[in-house]
């Protein structure tokens, strides 16, 4: 069965940048855009950027210009490049696999699953 771990999470200074990775087990990306999601305090889970079988990107407005989505079809990794982070960003980061047409029919076990997440503290 595919698995996908989140890493790259810690804590960071407002301003500051990190890098979070999500390598999936297999090599899913023909078949599965990514997405990843991230779930505050007290707050729903939230999509706030993935990447589609075609390779175009979206974000949500909030991190649209900070953050950027990224594949390495070689490392079987997606990541999440996060700058000017702000203290409005601390929170449990996890990928997802994203339904296509494919995706959740060769991977079913990919449907509705989350990774353990990585926490990501911004400190003024």
Do not use: H
């Not at 407002?14 to 890098?19: A, E, Q, T, Y």
């Not at 297999?26 to 855009?33: A, L, N, P, R």
């Not at 339904?99 to 079913?108: H, L």
Request: with cysteine.
């Amino acid at each position: 069965a595919v698995q996908l771990v989140e890493s790259g999470g810690g804590s960071v200074q407002s301003g500051g940048s990190l890098r979070l990775s999500c390598e999936t087990s297999k090599y899913i990306f023909t078949k599965c855009g990514m997405g990843w999601y991230r779930q505050a305090p007290g707050k729903e889970r939230e999509k706030i950027s993935n990447i589609n079988l075609d390779g175009t990107t979206s974000y949500e407005d909030s991190v649209r210009g900070r953050f950027a989505i990224i594949q390495d079809n070689a490392k079987n990794t997606v990541y999440l490049l996060m700058t000017s982070l702000e203290i409005e960003d601390t929170a449990v980061y996890s990928c997802a696999a994203e339904w296509t047409s494919t995706c959740f029919v060769e991977y079913p076990e990919l449907r509705g699953y989350w990774g353990p997440g990585t926490q990501v503290t911004v400190e003024s």
